[in-house]
């Protein structure tokens, strides 16, 4: 299993279609909200995406649970759980749903830790200046800049 882990995409399709090229030998592509544009613009590329804030008119979960692989993911955009101020709320989320993986967003801040034997992965954001990503393989992470 390889994931490609985006998220705060902000609408930069040109960015968006660069990463997906050029890493097509991934398995899925995972996305922690704030895309940020029409729906059918990004599900021509099977892209797993919650809703962040702002993501306006569009009908997604806030958050997903899904087991590929046996791996049990968390996604969410983290505003619910107010990341920008601690990750206390979402460690509790992680924690209650029993999961392997958290993959979270809306700081524009890459981050990666591990806490009681979760992995927390923030790829930082694909829309912004420093155009960050992040590859989730073999239980390694590896972050990008665009």
């Not at 390889?2 to 040109?14: F, G, Q």
């Not at 983290?78 to 920008?84: A, C, D, F, W």
């Amino acid at each position: 299993m390889k994931l490609l882990i985006t998220s705060d995409v902000h609408s930069n399709e040109e960015a968006l279609k660069e990463i997906i090229k050029r890493h097509q030998d991934v398995t899925h592509h995972i996305n922690a909200g704030d895309m940020c544009m029409d729906p059918k613009k990004y599900e021509k590329y099977h892209i797993i995406t919650v809703k962040g804030n702002n993501d306006f008119g569009v009908d997604i979960p806030y958050f997903r649970l899904l087991d590929i692989d046996g791996i049990r993911i968390l996604v969410t955009h983290g505003h619910h759980e107010h990341v920008k101020f601690g990750l206390e709320r979402l460690k509790l989320k992680a924690k209650m749903h029993e999961v392997n993986l958290c993959i979270f967003g809306h700081t524009h801040e890459r981050y990666m830790m591990v806490d009681e034997n979760i992995l927390f992965i923030n790829p930082g954001a694909l829309g912004d200046h420093h155009r960050s990503y992040a590859i989730y393989e073999n239980e390694q992470v590896t972050f990008y800049t665009r």
